[in-house]
């Protein structure tokens, strides 16, 4: 997704195959996930 290239650092690697369904989030900041946002 493209959540990626706008944070380079805002997850792990590992933790895109924690939460893969999480590449295809419109909202990341609504995301229960460890965002910086």
């Known amino acids: 997704g493209?959540?990626?290239a706008q944070?380079?650092?805002y997850?792990?690697?590992s933790d895109f195959k924690m939460?893969?369904?999480d590449d295809?989030?419109?909202d990341p900041e609504?995301?229960?996930v460890?965002?910086?946002a």
Do not use: G, N
């Open 19 to 21: 939460h893969p369904e």
């Open 7 to 9: 944070s380079p650092e």
């Open 24 to 26: 295809d989030d419109e």
């Open 30 to 32: 609504e995301d229960p």
């Open 11 to 13: 997850i792990p690697e």
């Open 2 to 4: 493209a959540l990626h």
């Open 34 to 36: 460890d965002y910086p």
